[in-house]
């Protein structure tokens, strides 16, 4: 799985498969926090392949989730992009 299918499965996957996902990562996402992050992924589009994920889009996960978690939440993103 790489950065792009994980916010993919944002959008197909259940909250609670979503958790259990983030948690095999070291981030643990409260079912609030993933529901918000749902409505960013929901944004995605081909071009995100290419390009990444956009910055305003990082930071707004960043005003969701905190900074102390959305660090762990970026390494995750960046483990699965290598």
């Known amino acids: ?22 948690k095999q990562y070291g981030v643990d996402l409260t079912i609030e926090e993933i529901q918000q992050l ?24 960043e005003q969701i989730l905190g900074s102390k978690k959305y660090k762990k939440y970026k390494k995750m993103l960046d483990d699965l992009r290598n």
């Open 38 to 61: 749902r409505s960013l992924a929901k944004q995605a589009n081909i071009t995100w392949l290419i390009t990444g994920i956009p910055e305003n889009v990082l930071k707004q996960a």
């Open 1 to 22: 799985m790489n950065a792009i299918e994980f916010w993919e499965s944002l959008i197909s996957k259940s909250d609670k498969e979503i958790r259990k996902l983030a």
